[in-house]
């Protein structure tokens, strides 16, 4: 346990915080593009959340306090492309999510779940980790850049329809 806290393996006893968590993270999009995300929403069902928790391919990682509470998580997938004509064989960990809970940020929990998450891939022999961040999305973006992240592509799009 490092400053109150532990990081390890999701279990299904997490479920209900991953699932508050879920709910600011969806929150945090639906401000910054509502045309595209209900508020307030989850990405995942409790059912589907168990068959992530126990798929391999997929980790999932916690934060939690010493009463077991969930301050952070953290969704992981591992990415390969085997034989494919352009890409190379390289294996990544893309972060499809990490989270603090708001109460809980600036108190180094997202630090320590991505150190967690960059040793795990170092362990699994991965190439790199790589993860998105929407646009307007500015706090996690500096925070990422604070890790040392830098950008790998652009995604971009033209609205062709307005509501």
């Known amino acids: 346990m490092k400053d109150g806290y532990t990081i390890r393996r999701a279990a299904e006893r997490d479920i209900p915080g991953i699932m508050a968590l879920l709910v600011q993270v969806d929150m945090v999009h639906h401000r910054i593009r509502p045309d595209l995300f209900n508020g307030p929403a989850t990405k995942y069902t409790e059912e589907e959340l168990k068959a992530i928790i126990a798929d ?4 999932v990682f916690v934060c939690v306090d010493s009463h077991g509470q969930v301050l952070g998580h953290s969704f992981c997938v591992f990415q390969q492309h085997a034989g ?3 890409l190379t064989d390289v294996k990544t960990l893309y972060i499809d999510d990490l989270c603090v809970d708001e109460r809980q940020r ?7 779940l991505y150190d967690h998450v960059l040793a795990f891939a170092k362990e699994n022999n991965c190439y790199n980790v790589t993860l ?11 925070f990422y850049q604070r890790q040392g992240l830098t950008m790998q592509k652009y995604g971009m799009e033209v609205i062709l ?3």
């Open 56 to 59: 391999e391919k997929t980790p």
């Open 132 to 142: 998105n961040v929407w646009a307007g999305n500015d706090s996690a973006l500096k």
């Open 161 to 163: 329809q307005r509501n």
């Open 84 to 86: 494919h004509n352009i």
């Open 106 to 112: 600036g108190k180094g929990v997202g630090k320590a």
